[in-house]
């Protein structure tokens, strides 16, 4: 009887101990990431994303039906939902070039394009404690080490960030606005962007219309919306402006801040979403907009990029689509001026460059220091009327060593010496520059060329006999121009001209010598050479 009784015990501890066992998993199943409740959550909520995606995709084809044009007007659009799903169920906003469409129900919304292509489904930026970078969107306090970077998840944020480099305007400690009386570094700090941002479109701010930021634009007689002063008057307030102030890192983690607009606010102006830094990492980021000067602009201090205006350090896997049209000493679409070396990495320009003064190009415009350009590509065409003009680099002041680049913007020859693809003018005494694995298919326009002046594929212009070009594995296109190097014969460089651009042959060129590291350089981190179907090259 006993050893029943002791059978019967351990039957009911192993059948408690399975029951718990079983429990265990049906909450597993049920709960996890990959639970059933998860697993049909989701699946709810890409049901609700393909019926709102085919309501706009018909409403759109209706709105464009109502316009002589074609066009989709955001009138049009907005009375057309109206009657698909129901007054005040959606929302329209005009951001710029895009339109975007909000579904109150779900809190999610979606941006057309001018060509009225939908993108994929965003939902509305959640941040507690917006203007305070060292918390994260929950309000958890961050310290801005590499493991905890400071977070941007708003305009507000990045607001607050420019004006803590900048030394002054507010930010915000526990939703209360505070003044800034001193300039923050960021000397090895981390500041991460967490999300796309576009400084055009309301769903980009917790609260586009808020003013207790005060007078951002130089008119304060606007009312001071958040939005107004970042898109009118002299617009957002470069990251560093004035000074050498940013010395951290900023990681863009793959994400876009678009419609940047900024002008001059004096004419000693240094532009671009950073204005200046310092030893400075800028990584993994697109930027999108305009920059602009106007006025009689003297200083020979002014420069523009579209990600950093002038300074020193490191910029990698960086896009810039930001327009310039400038006066100024140093434009181009990566880095406008390098002072005290600098490395770019895997950049891009799409956009037009214009400067009607000296020293302009795709990635970099002016380097009076070491610079190194490394795996980088230009598609905007190069505008100038003034000195030094380069599809990649547009004046070297000092020693230039750049390798694995392709132009293909166009570079016309409607001012004084230095045009090229490549690197426009080097100069002055004992300088070097190499150029190794290069092509250029943009056309540097050479009508009336006086070869004084110097219009050149891979080089326009070599200020006096003592400085030295190095051009190894230098290409370019018969049409684009009819020599390499602008007052200088082809034969001292051995570059070859080409009938027409064998995309394989440029892949097979430039991703050998990644693999190989012929030079000792670290290629770890450069991208692999592509091309896209339009013939483009692409990382």
Same mark, same amino acid.
């Given at each position: 009887?006993?050893k029943e009784?002791?059978?019967?015990?351990?039957?009911?501890v192993?059948?408690?101990?399975?029951?718990?066992i079983?429990?265990?998993?049906?909450?597993?199943?049920?709960?996890?990431?990959?639970?059933?409740?998860?697993?049909?959550?989701?699946g709810?909520? *890409?049901?609700?994303?393909?019926? *709102?995606?085919?309501?706009?995709?018909?409403?759109?084809?209706?709105?464009?039906?109502?316009?002589?044009?074609?066009?989709?007007?955001?009138?049009?659009?907005?009375?057309?939902?109206?009657?698909?799903?129901?007054?005040?169920?959606?929302?329209?906003?005009d951001?710029?070039?895009?339109?975007?469409?909000?579904?109150?129900?779900?809190?999610?919304?979606?941006?057309?394009?001018?060509?009225?292509?939908i993108?994929?489904?965003?939902?509305?930026?959640?941040?507690?404690?917006?203007?305070?970078?060292t918390?994260?969107?929950?309000?958890?306090?961050?310290?801005?080490?590499?493991?905890?970077?400071?977070?941007?998840?708003?305009?507000?944020?990045?607001?607050?960030?420019?004006?803590?480099?900048?030394?002054?305007?507010?930010?915000?400690?526990?939703?209360?606005?505070?003044d800034?009386?001193?300039? *923050?570094?960021?000397?090895?700090?981390?500041?991460?962007?967490?999300?796309?941002?576009?400084?055009?479109?309301?769903?980009?701010?917790?609260?586009?219309?808020r003013?207790?930021?005060?007078?951002?634009?130089?008119?304060?007689?606007?009312?001071?919306?958040?939005?107004?002063?970042m898109?009118?008057?002299?617009?957002?307030?470069?990251?560093?402006?004035?000074?050498?102030?940013?010395?951290?890192?900023?990681?863009?983690?793959?994400?876009?801040?678009?419609?940047? +607009?900024?002008?001059?606010?004096?004419?000693?102006?240094?532009l671009?979403?950073?204005?200046?830094?310092?030893?400075?990492?800028?990584?993994?980021?697109?930027?999108?907009?305009?920059?602009?000067?106007?006025?009689?602009?003297?200083?020979?201090?002014?420069?523009?990029?579209?990600?950093?205006?002038?300074?020193?350090?490191?910029?990698?896997?960086?896009?810039?689509?930001?327009?310039?049209?400038?006066?100024?000493?140093?434009?181009?679409?990566?880095?406008?001026?390098?002072?005290?070396?600098?490395?770019?990495?895997?950049?891009?320009?799409?956009?037009?460059?214009?400067?009607?003064?000296?020293?302009?190009?795709?990635?970099?415009?002016?380097?009076?220091?070491?610079?190194?350009? +490394?795996?980088?590509y230009?598609?905007?065409?190069?505008?100038?009327?003034? +000195?030094?003009?380069?599809?990649?680099?547009?004046?070297?002041?000092?020693?230039?060593?750049?390798i694995?680049?392709?132009?293909?913007?166009?570079?016309?020859?409607?001012?004084?010496?230095?045009?090229?693809?490549?690197?426009?003018?080097?100069?002055w005494?004992?300088?070097?520059?190499?150029?190794?694995?290069?092509?250029?298919?943009?056309?540097?326009?050479?009508?009336?060329?006086?070869?004084?002046?110097?219009?050149?594929?891979?080089?326009?212009y070599?200020?006096?006999?003592?400085?030295q070009l190095?051009? *190894?594995?230098?290409?370019?296109?018969?049409?684009?121009?009819?020599?390499?190097?602008?007052?200088?014969?082809?034969?001292? +460089?051995?570059?070859?001209?080409?009938?027409?651009?064998?995309?394989?042959?440029?892949?097979?060129?430039?991703?050998?010598?990644?693999?190989?590291?012929?030079?000792?350089?670290?290629?770890?981190?450069?991208?692999?050479?592509?091309?896209?179907?339009?013939?483009?090259?692409?990382?």
């Open positions: 009887m006993k009784k002791g059978i019967t015990l351990i039957a009911l192993v059948t408690i101990v399975v029951l718990i079983l429990a265990g998993i049906s909450i597993s199943v049920l709960s996890g990431d990959n639970g059933l409740i998860n697993q049909a959550k989701r709810k909520e *890409e049901t609700e994303i393909s019926e *709102e995606k085919e309501i706009l995709t018909n409403s759109l084809a209706q709105a464009a039906e109502k316009d002589v044009y074609g066009d989709i007007t955001k009138e049009n659009l907005q009375n057309v939902l109206n009657k698909e799903v129901g007054i005040d169920k959606t929302e329209v906003s951001s710029g070039k895009e339109l975007e469409v909000l579904f109150k129900n779900s809190n999610r919304y979606y941006t057309i394009d001018k060509d009225g292509k993108s994929d489904v965003k939902e509305i930026i959640s941040d507690k404690t917006p203007g305070d970078i918390k994260d969107k929950n309000g958890n306090e961050l310290d801005g080490s590499e493991e905890h970077p400071f977070e941007i998840w708003c305009i507000e944020d990045l607001v607050a960030f420019s004006n803590m480099v900048n030394g002054n305007g507010k930010k915000f400690v526990n939703g209360v606005a505070v800034i009386t001193s300039e *923050e570094y960021f000397s090895q700090k981390y500041i991460a962007l967490k999300i796309d941002l576009d400084f055009k479109s309301r769903f980009s701010y917790i609260n586009s219309e003013t207790d930021f005060g007078d951002i634009n130089g008119n304060d007689s606007d009312g001071n919306q958040l939005i107004i002063e898109t009118t008057g002299t617009g957002f307030a470069p990251i560093g402006y004035k000074s050498w102030n940013f010395n951290g890192t900023f990681n863009g983690e793959g994400h876009k801040i678009k419609n940047l +607009y900024e002008k001059n606010k004096s004419d000693s102006d240094v671009g979403l950073f204005g200046m830094i310092k030893d400075s990492t800028i990584k993994n980021l697109t930027v999108t907009g305009n920059i602009n000067t106007e006025g009689d602009l003297t200083e020979r201090y002014t420069s523009a990029g579209g990600i950093v205006g002038y300074g020193s350090g490191k910029i990698i896997n960086c896009v810039s689509d930001v327009n310039i049209n400038i006066s100024g000493y140093g434009a181009a679409g990566i880095l406008g001026r390098e002072m005290r070396n600098a490395e770019i990495v895997n950049c891009i320009n799409l956009a037009t460059i214009t400067n009607t003064t000296e020293s302009t190009a795709g990635i970099v415009g002016r380097s009076e220091a070491n610079i190194k350009i +490394y795996n980088c230009n598609l905007g065409d190069i505008i100038s009327t003034g +000195y030094q003009v380069g599809g990649i680099l547009g004046f070297v002041y000092n020693e230039a060593t750049v694995n680049v392709y132009n293909a913007g166009n570079i016309p020859l409607n001012g004084a010496d230095g045009r090229s693809g490549i690197i426009g003018s080097l100069g005494a004992s300088i070097s520059g190499t150029i190794k694995n290069a092509y250029n298919v943009g056309t540097i326009v050479d009508k009336k060329v006086n070869w004084s002046y110097g219009a050149g594929s891979m080089c326009g070599l200020y006096n006999d003592s400085v190095t051009i *190894e594995n230098g290409y370019y296109l018969k049409n684009t121009c009819s020599r390499a190097v602008g007052n200088k014969e082809d034969s001292l +460089y051995g570059v070859t001209q080409i009938e027409s651009i064998e995309e394989n042959s440029v892949k097979e060129l430039f991703n050998s010598y990644i693999e190989e590291n012929s030079d000792g350089i670290d290629t770890s981190e450069w991208k692999k050479w592509n091309f896209n179907k339009d013939g483009e090259p692409t990382f």
